[in-house]
């Protein structure tokens, strides 16, 4: 994650990171809102960008 991104990801996440904790029953839910809202996902290490290649 370039510093950029991660810049990027931790305003998002100071705005909108605890309500989708509060909004998720489950660690796997909420890696698919951050995933959807934030456009990261956990690979198990760390957060990286989903990227798509169409």
Known sequence: MDSKDRDELLI???TLG???IMLS?????F???AKQEFGY????????????YH
């Open 31 to 33: 890696y698919a809102l």
């Open 41 to 52: 996902i956990w690979d198990g290490e760390g957060w990286v960008k989903e990227v798509s």
């Open 25 to 29: 029953d489950t660690p796997e839910e």
């Open 12 to 14: 998002k996440w100071q």
């Open 18 to 20: 605890l309500s989708l």
